[in-house]
T-cell receptor, first 116, second 118 residues
Framework: DGGITQSPKYLFRKEGQNVTLSCEQNLNHDAMYWYRQDPGQGLRLIYYSQIVNDFQKGDIAEGYSVSREKKESFPLTVTSAQKNPTAFYLC???????????????FGPGTRLTVL | AQTVTQSQPEMSVQEAETVTLSCTYDTSESDYYLFWYKQPPSRQMILVIR??????QNATENRFSVNFQKAAKSFSLKISDSQLGDAAMYFC???????????????FGEGTQLTVNP
């Protein structure tokens, strides 16, 4: 089946540890995104990538890092520098269109990260 | 920077009735796209409906329709014949049409939690 997968579904981390969240898509989408969701708030953009080996910071990139070595994969690392990492993390992807709705974003099922 | 505001943190509706969720946004751009996403308890974000700002005609998708008022910067979602499965958090989102600088990034509102009563 075509889609976006995120793993793990739940992740627990001790303070001071780095953790990596996985996001994979087999939709042949060019662009991929990472969002963070906190209770009572909308989604906030962490990083996005429009093409392999290139990515840009979003609104809340501090304490996070990403890589885009393959078109289908966009892992997110939550580093120890992220002061409040407990949140729900959503990955999305889209076709890199030039106009219109060709680049509507579609989302994965998310990863719940809890810092112990 | 663009902002999106959803002034109703919670709404409720009786099954089979109609409900309208509000969304306003602030932008200096003339060309953009607006979306409504639904997030059920599974937390999977699902696209409900979308609107291109240059189109005057309001978008419709089955029981879902929007009231797009560009001058007022308003983008409300109407759900007709509400069903129990419509219960979810609904997010309004904005995307600039300027892909080179924005990279298709979405700006989300804070969401409206919709309860459907049987």
């Amino acid at each position: 089946d075509g889609g976006i997968t995120q793993s793990p579904k739940y992740l627990f981390r001790k303070e001071g540890q780095n953790v990596t969240l996985s996001c994979e898509q087999n939709l042949n989408h060019d662009a991929m995104y990472w969002y963070r969701q906190d209770p009572g708030q909308g989604l906030r953009l962490i990083y996005y990538s429009q093409i392999v080996n290139d990515f840009q910071k979003g609104d809340i990139a501090e304490g996070y890092s990403v890589s885009r070595e393959k078109k289908e994969s966009f892992p997110l690392t939550v580093t120890s520098a992220q002061k409040n990492p407990t949140a729900f993390y959503l990955c999305a992807s889209s076709i890199k269109g030039t106009s219109g709705f060709t680049d509507t974003q579609y989302f994965g099922p998310g990863t719940r990260l809890t810092v112990l | 920077a663009q902002t999106v505001t959803q002034s109703q943190p919670e709404m409720s509706v009786q099954e089979a009735e109609t409900v309208t969720l509000s969304c306003t946004y602030d932008t200096s751009e003339s060309d953009y796209y607006l979306f409504w996403y639904k997030q059920p308890p599974s937390r999977q974000m699902i696209l409900v409906i979308r609107q291109e700002a240059y189109k005057q005609q309001n978008a419709t998708e089955n029981r879902f329709s929007v009231n797009f008022q560009k001058a007022a910067k308003s983008f409300s979602l109407k759900i007709s014949d509400s069903q129990l499965g419509d219960a979810a958090m609904y997010f309004c989102a904005y995307r600039s049409a300027r892909l080179v600088t924005s990279g298709s990034r979405l700006t989300f509102g804070e969401g409206t939690q919709l309860t459907v009563n049987p």
